[in-house]
């Protein structure tokens, strides 16, 4: 498995099932190994930021740039571990841990206001103001039971994110 030229055997499938909770089977490990070849273009083993935006899809998400710095220098094992939080096998503490990581830009453990608001301003751009965004996540945290100045760890993101009305369901194709 470190070189993407390799075949991947019973084995190495069976090691990245169990890395990844189980939340892909034999045959969708097979279809990411493929698709990880490919992105992996000079067969080095590893998925570097600019292999990554070479996919149309992922370059134009607002949240590409976030999404690189827990991508960039990925194995294959690793991969999948990443993509197993969008599996829809996942369970909602995977899927927390993920969305977490994406607003902890610093990786401190801690989300603050700006974290947050960062993040909605790359997800709305222009179309809503910077006012409209501080009150919405400001009723968000409210009720919730947070302010603008609390500091959130994960389980108290959890906690925000089980109370809200946010679908937790996005899914990766595998074919």
Known sequence: MGNTSSILTQYDIEEVQEHCNHAFSQQEIVSLYQRFCQL????????????????????????????????????FKEFVAFLSAFSPRANLQQKIELIFKVYDSDGNGKVTFADMLDVLRDLTGQFISEQQREQVLTQVLKEAGYTKDSLLAI???????????????????VD
């Open 40 to 75: 992996d273009r000079n067969g080095g083993g590893f998925i570097s930021a600019e292999e990554f935006l070479s996919v149309p899809e992922f370059a134009v998400n607002p949240l590409s740039q976030r999404l690189l710095r827990m991508l960039d220098g990925l194995n």
């Open 155 to 173: 389980s108290d993101f959890g906690k925000i994110i089980e109370n809200s009305e946010l679908k937790m369901e996005v899914e990766v194709p």
